[in-house]
């Protein structure tokens, strides 16, 4: 017999705190991209929430290396990034602004979530990567500083060896979600 339940979102307070059109017009030009239509209408109406109960993505791609079991295609949902009345750090804005992690992110690419390991959902603005949604693993970061101490060529998509396609848009990826297994 399946389980019934389905994961909700929930706002992370008492309310959800989206983002506005000013923010999303300040995050566009920061990012000289173009936000899609779907992930501004969920960032406007909900902003900083997260799935309850605990929720998982089912990936296009394979997880990252070291991230799951073998033969597991997905990974925990995260939190969602939200306004500027968020505390904590979880506006989409400031991570935007402040995040170390931009340094080193594929370029085009905006922060949307981040799980209990910090590890960041990463939404494609431009190019072959527009509108897809990835998954970016923290402890599968490798710096190009590590490539030439080995004497080794730093790969030209190193930037992605960390990072696996979650979904073809947001609208997919959020299609995607499904009740972790250990509450199925």
């Known amino acids: 017999m399946q389980n019934s339940i389905t994961p909700k979102l929930r ?29 501004k209408d969920f ?3 909900y902003g900083w929430s997260y799935f309850s109960p605990p929720a998982v993505v089912k990936t296009i791609e394979m997880p990252p290396k070291g991230y799951a079991k073998p033969n597991d295609d997905f990974v925990d949902t995260g939190t969602f990034y939200g306004g500027l009345d968020v505390e ?3 506006s989409l804005l400031v991570d935007l602004k402040n995040m170390p992690q931009y340094e080193v992110f594929p370029s085009q690419m905006l922060a949307i979530s981040a799980d209990i390991g910090s590890n960041q959902f990463l939404l494609g603005l431009a190019g072959e990567h527009r509108n897809k949604v990835y998954f970016w693993f923290w402890d599968g970061y490798t710096e190009p500083s590590y490539y030439e101490s080995e004497g080794l060529p730093v790969p030209d998509n190193w930037q992605f060896d960390n990072m696996c396609l979650i979904a073809n848009s947001f609208t997919d990826m959020l ?10």
């Open 175 to 184: 299609s995607r979600v499904r009740l972790a297994p250990e509450f199925e």
């Open 88 to 90: 904590d750090g979880w």
């Open 43 to 45: 960032v406007l109406h």
């Open 11 to 39: 706002p992370c307070k008492d309310d959800f705190i989206p983002c506005s059109l000013d923010e999303l017009k300040e995050i566009e030009e920061l990012l000289e991209a173009e936000l899609p239509d779907d992930y």
